[in-house]
């Protein structure tokens, strides 16, 4: 049995918070928008990462991560790619159980045909009204199961606004 942390769109941003929900994985994969290397390497000090490139991450990353591929874990082949919109120029292998995309920062997890669709969301800065979140997955043999989880991390500071009047 293996146990992976899936994440996207981290933009450069490892909580605490997503440390913990990773804890115990055998595994990480990454799909884009890591930004920077020092990211990966957080990430590498709870488990090997598997990464591809995201649309925000740029040389030297950029180079050293291809743009979708293919990642089995024990008889399930996973198929990483940043967007969504990209399966038409990159389509999953036939074999491929599990598409795993990022880019929307909205967490889905849906059957489609042929594969399970999983966008863990973001665990990096929170965007419009999204959760931040992430996933995991547990393999055992050619059976997984996957769910999203969402981070409890604090609300945003409100900045006070500028050039209103004093009351």
Not at 33 to 52: F, N, Y
Not at 117 to 143: E, H, I, K, Q, Y
Request: proline content about 9%.
């Amino acid at each position: 049995m293996t146990e992976l942390g899936i994440v996207a769109d981290t933009h450069d941003l490892v909580r605490p918070e997503l440390l913990d929900a990773l804890a115990g994985v055998d595994a990480i994969l990454h799909a884009g928008d890591v930004c920077r290397a020092a990211t990966l390497a957080a990430l590498e000090a709870l488990a090997p990462v598997t990464a591809v490139r995201g649309n925000n991450d740029r040389e030297p990353l950029a180079a050293a991560l291809p743009e979708a591929r293919a990642v089995q874990v024990e008889d399930v082949v996973l198929w990483l790619c940043h967007d969504a919109a990209d399966l038409e120029r990159l389509p999953p292998p036939a074999a491929a159980s599990v598409v795993v995309v990022g880019h929307s920062h909205r967490p889905v997890l849906r059957e489609t045909p042929g594969y399970l669709l999983l966008n863990p969301g973001s665990p990096g800065r929170r965007r419009f009204s999204l959760p931040v979140s992430c996933a995991r997955m547990t393999v055992d043999g050619d059976r997984f199961d996957a769910r999203l989880l969402e981070l409890a991390v604090a609300p945003p500071k409100r900045r006070p606004r500028r050039g209103g009047r004093e009351r």
